[in-house]
């Protein structure tokens, strides 16, 4: 589990293709690195991976062909840089909100629109995702929890202070380019256990006490 707060912006080193469609990716983060063990979780631009070896502030990760596809991190090269979290510990503050590192689709960053102190940026997300996102709510993108400014039907908008803009790769960002999603996982738990009080577990509206369809 993470919070969405990256605390370092870290580099791909290599990645090696292996068996199948899988790869080996090695990431350079001296920080996040700093007190890793084999087996440890790192968020990598907001995909949860597990430490395979650490070496000279370097750790290497197994990807599977699974989360290329279903993530931005298949389009990554030596020398991009990437946002970075540890797992967070339990008792430690929740600056951002609860995320889970398993992206839910691939987004598109569509337009940027700078301000005095701050950037409005609009991205596209898949529709089946829509959803799950509304105004003033939680969405991770690229591993940073930031809060929902504006939403429509297939896209929607946030404002990144300096610090956002500076510490982490959506400064760079620009139109065109993919970013990694993940919508707040309690609006999924209230839509799967809202979904199965309204239809039931044989699939048919419930009724009410008072015999009306709930």
Not at 61 to 67: I, Q, R, S, W
Not at 112 to 126: D, G, H, I, S
Not at 164 to 183: F, H, I, S, Y
């Amino acid at each position: 589990m993470f919070t969405g707060i990256i605390e370092e912006l870290g580099e791909i080193v290599r990645v090696t293709p292996t068996a199948g469609d899988s790869a080996l990716v090695a990431v350079r983060g001296p920080l996040v690195t700093s007190d890793a063990r084999h087996g440890d979780s790192i968020a990598v631009n907001g995909v949860c991976l597990t430490v395979v070896e650490v070496a000279d502030g370097i750790f290497t990760a197994d990807v599977m062909g699974e989360t290329l596809r279903r993530s931005a991190l298949g389009a990554l090269r030596p020398g991009d840089p990437v946002n970075l979290e540890r797992a967070a510990a339990l008792g430690s503050r929740l600056g951002g909100h609860l995320v889970q590192g398993h992206v839910d689709g691939v987004g598109e960053l569509i337009s940027r629109e700078p301000a005095e102190q701050w950037e409005t940026v609009r991205f596209r997300l898949p529709t089946a995702l829509s959803r799950y996102v509304v105004e003033k709510g939680s969405i991770t993108i690229d591993g940073v929890s930031l809060t929902v400014a504006e939403v429509g039907a297939d896209e929607f908008a946030v404002g990144l202070i300096p610090t956002t803009l500076k510490l982490t790769t959506l400064g760079a960002k620009r139109a065109g380019d993919p970013v990694n999603l993940e919508v707040d996982v309690l609006a999924k738990y209230v839509e799967r256990l809202l979904g199965s009080r309204l239809t039931g577990t044989d699939g048919h509206p419930v009724a009410s006490s008072t015999g009306e369809v709930a």
